[in-house]
């Protein structure tokens, strides 16, 4: 970890008179002399966290290049498509083509820029066409960029971190260090990781700390800064920060949001929030937390333990964008896969920092989140669908095939009516609204309401009516493989795990006309008559539409950092064969530990 700490209370920084352009990436082939007539020409101008350097639709007749701090793309005044930060050009694009700003650019914190305008480029140019040829390599970079739908600067991490107090909490002993420690641990060795403790209002004027932030992030640090303190203090670092971090202490403090919270807000925008929710000892059951998350709408909140140094190495990896996600498909007993994958990943110490998954993947998922063991797991699928047969009951077909009265008290008591934000490890579910046309995301309300929604399978059981009185159903109705949940949820590298082969083709030995007719039917039955080669079931074409869609998008969907495992199933299994889970969960976790452990390509997509 660096020591580049703060001495007699001061914050490092230096101011220059002259911007120094050779430190810009874009211009390290440029000729000094070039440069410094670039600088000559151009004037230093300070842009408030908050206040627009470009308007959509305004004439693009400057050029801008960012000193200190950091500034969002926004399109149509809705769309954040990207951040730019130190070091890097701002409207190049509409300058050079002489044409309108595309998108607003705000800062996101006090910034500084360096601002050309066009006839003062135009003259520079023509004695020095080295600038020119630097900035058509930009402009061919960034549109190499947006023709591969892939923004660096868009996946760009925050570096500057704000950490504050929630409500009347105070940050625990030592919690500056520790996170600091956890930094080292998860980033690139050489990485500088640089932490603040608490300060106060006179440790430095704002240009001498602007300054001494553009050198942090020069070199590539992470910055930590402990936002305790006077509000002056307070004020300054959560202006000129990227990310805020709200600590709070369920059940020691009160949860209405502080002075100091509340002007950090005004600056930092939801996407960059996160909630840090503090219990002493990881045993402590969690609860309440919506009494802290909804007064100030993070993005994110983990729940950390202080007698537990993973919990401090899970909030860095969310941090730095190298958090771990696994993402869980539908397929009923098929599901039981996803166990052996789980337990096959804890064995290598894998970690999973957020779960989620529709229908049977919910579940799974919800089992994870909750803290049961894949033993405790498979043991509940064995007592809910082959002791209690609770998708083996039958019921007069005016809402469904089966009575989900059993499912329901099961999953009732064995899920538990806890919201999913006390759950332990951070979850998400998918369902079918069908009152609202689309992919309904479970992330707050009782665990169990998850699962039963996100399993409703058309026909086959009832749809499930939230408190919201939307009519849920089966979340493979829509989206069987929820990559794109996550995606939007977290950055960082994702398992993804679908059920059989994606290339299997499904055929049958039947024709057509095999169909029997109800009577003919209803004798079969009642004499338990069975043929060699029987018409697909309701519940497998139920299944197979879902799962074909899915598989076909879930392929499009995946990133550079997801890894897709598809662990054997066994030959003939149906989706109600919950008899054979134990099994299948065993051959998953073999396929996973020989065939996809040991690959170097896993370890180092997974270690980022």
Known sequence: MSDDKPTDGAVPGTETDVPDLSRHALFADVPADALHA?????????VAGGEALVHQGDDADALYFVESGRFRVVVNKVHVVAHIEAGEAVGELAFFAGGKRTADVVATRDSSVLEVSRKAFDDIAIR?????QAMLKLVSERLAVATSRISSVSTSMPRVIAILPAGDSRLPDGFLSRLASAFAAVARKETPIVAIDQATSETSDAAAYQAWLAEQEARGAWVLIDGSGSQDWSDQICRNADALVMVGRPGQANSAISPAEESAMRW?????????????????????????IDPRQPKLHHHLALDEDGDF???????TGRAVGVVLAGGGALGCAHLGVIRALQKADIPIDFIGGAS????MGGAVAKGMSVAETLDQMEAMFIEARAMRRLTLPLYSLLDPTVFDAELRSRYGTRDIADQPVGFFGVSTNLSTNGLHVHRRGPLWECVRASGSLPTILPPFIDRDRNILVDGGVLDNVPVKVMHDLKTGPNIVVSLGDPNEVWRTDVAYDDIRGRWALLRDVMIRKKREAEFPSIVEIMSRSMVVASRMASKEMLSDGDILVNPPIIPDMQILDWHLGRELAEMAEQYITEKVLISADFRDQISG
């Open 128 to 132: 020095h066409p080295e600038l020119n």
């Open 38 to 46: 670039l600088a000559a020409v151009s004037e230093i101008r300070s």
């Open 360 to 363: 049977a993947g919910a579940a």
């Open 313 to 319: 190495t899970k909030v860095a990896r969310f941090l």
């Open 268 to 292: 930092i925008a939801e996407p960059q929030r996160t909630l840090v929710l503090v219990r002493e000892k990881g045993s402590k059951t969690i609860a309440h937390s919506s009494e802290w």
